[in-house]
């Protein structure tokens, strides 16, 4: 099954993408959040098309105590705007995300290579996407 990560923030939205039979998540690409959301929605719907998608994988980001916040209910917002106005079929399941950023920045940096903010959105995503497939399959 395919399956795609997605790492919801204000300027950036990271993409990553896997097969549940390999389980191994790939950073794709970074969608960038415009004043225009209707131009994101159709970008980000286009990728999901392409790519196949069966299943949606959204970062939810936690506090420290595990519990929601503001920034939770901004991606859950997003994601409903999202599905309404591209008509979604695949199903949405939320992953937490505590901490995917700061690891995904470690995780570039260790390779020695320049790294700009996208990379670090769309590293976020795959390890998103990772944790849920390494727990539901």
Do not use: C
């Not at 399956?3 to 939205?13: N, S």
């Not at 995780?107 to 944790?131: C, M, N, P, V, Y």
């Amino acid at each position: 099954m395919k399956v795609i990560g997605l790492d919801i923030g204000a300027k950036r939205i990271g993409i990553a993408t896997a097969s549940s039979d390999v389980k191994i998540a790939v950073p794709h690409a970074v969608v960038s959040v415009g004043e225009n959301l209707g131009e994101t929605f159709e970008e980000l719907k286009n990728i999901i098309l392409a790519e196949k998608t069966e299943v949606i994988i959204v970062g939810l980001p936690r506090n420290s105590k595990g519990e929601e916040t503001k920034q939770s209910q901004l991606v859950k917002k997003f994601m409903t705007d999202f599905e309404s106005a591209v008509d979604l079929q695949q199903p949405i399941y939320y992953q937490d995300e505590s901490l995917t950023s700061v690891i995904a920045e470690e995780r570039l940096g260790a390779t020695g290579r320049d790294f700009d903010k996208g990379k670090i959105d769309s590293e976020a995503a795959a390890i998103i996407l990772t944790d849920y497939l390494e727990r539901n399959f």
